[in-house]
């Protein structure tokens, strides 16, 4: 705030002398903030809108447990949209205490009538705490509620089958660990990260960030980490050389970055490297459109199947450009090698399992 105010004056603006201060500014926005509030709570509840409720568990940078919860309505008669209602922090972490703490939520803008006649819906992710029959916060408030309808979050569904996937399909767990090491690398060390800015710099490219595979993130940032290493394979050879070539690091770190650079070298993981990439792009782009209100499950799953059973015998783009560089044993001017040490991940085992998941079954 005091910065803002500082560029305005320069621009000869009459900021006048109070309510300058950053405490000002954050009760000024939280005012209008509980007014809008107030003001959505007054149109759903004297229109009778009907309303869905979405839950997520998260943690603060101070490790607090918080409740994010979004309400789905149509306002002023337009379509329905989702937006933020409220973060609250958790005094625990049972289904008691998350129901609890909804409920109050809730109440705080809602009366029992309303909720009773106008609460649709409730959307979480399949964690044993929201959705367990005995005792989750589903069944909990279905008591309370008998007429609601409880969805198990699709993306959510669509990372159980991809963390089912990693288990079976052999291959993708030497990925997976190949990928950590390299987020461990370059997000602990400020060092590594100047050094590979200027690998990267060097030869004119422009750094993407590389995120983990796989893990408890959605499957669209899993893509963007294999489509870093993709778009800087270049980029990160050169550093991994330079590393091991540096004689002002112990020879243990210069073995390592040596190890690094055999695996990225090797036939079979730019093998990998391509048939991820393409298996990712469509999971992603299936991931977004899973939000889009228009699509149906059943149409969107069916094309999917479709385009996994067709890259079964048909390569995508980036399977296509691995088999012209294994012919040539060179991808983007780095010389491959082979290694014994390496699994390859066959695209049949993969995709028939990516098609046999999660994502379409109904709880």
Not at 12 to 24: A, E, M
Not at 301 to 317: A, D, K, N, Q
Request: aromatic fraction near 6%; proline fraction near 2%.
């Amino acid at each position: 705030m005091p910065i803002d105010l500082n560029v305005q004056k320069l621009n000869g603006l009459n900021v006048g002398r109070v309510l300058h201060s950053n405490k000002t500014c954050g009760e000024i926005i939280d005012h209008i903030a509980h007014e809008l509030k107030k003001k959505m709570a007054k149109d759903i509840t004297e229109n009778q809108r009907k309303l869905c409720v979405l839950v997520d568990e998260s943690t603060t940078i101070s490790g607090k447990t918080v409740l994010v919860v979004c309400l789905r309505s149509a306002l002023a008669d337009a379509e329905p949209e989702t937006f933020f209602w409220e973060l609250i922090e958790l005094d625990g972490t049972t289904a008691d205490d998350i129901t609890k703490a909804l409920m109050e939520c809730l109440g705080r803008d809602f009366n029992e009538d309303f909720l009773g006649q106008c609460f649709v819906s409730f959307a979480c992710d399949g964690a044993s705490v929201m959705l367990g029959k005995r005792t989750g916060v589903a069944t909990q408030l279905c008591s309370k509620f008998p007429s609601l309808f409880v969805w198990h979050c699709s993306n959510h569904r669509l990372e159980l089958a991809v963390g089912d996937v990693v288990k079976e399909v052999s291959g993708l767990n030497h990925f997976q660990i190949f990928f950590d090491k390299l987020y461990s690398l370059f997000h602990a060390s400020p060092k590594n990260q100047r050094q590979l800015a200027q690998c990267a710099q060097a030869v004119g490219q422009r750094l993407l960030v590389i995120g983990r595979v796989l893990s408890i993130r959605w499957v669209a940032s899993s893509e963007r980490s294999v489509r870093a290493v993709w778009e800087n394979y270049r980029v990160l050879h050169d550093h991994f050389t330079n590393a091991a070539n540096d004689t002002s690091r112990d020879s243990r770190d210069r073995a390592k970055y040596k190890g690094l650079d055999d695996v990225l070298t090797s036939a079979t993981f730019v093998s990998n490297l391509g048939l991820m990439y393409d298996a990712l792009t469509e999971l992603s782009d299936l991931s977004r459109q899973l939000q889009k209100r228009e699509m149906t499950a059943d149409r969107l799953l069916t094309r999917e199947i479709r385009v996994f059973e067709s890259m079964v015998t048909m390569p995508g783009p980036h399977m296509t450009t691995v088999h012209t560089a294994l012919a040539e044993k060179s991808f983007k001017g780095v010389a491959l090698r082979e290694n014994g040490r390496l699994v390859q991940i066959h695209a049949a085992q993969e995709k028939s399992h990516y098609m046999a998941g999660r994502p379409g079954t109904i709880s």
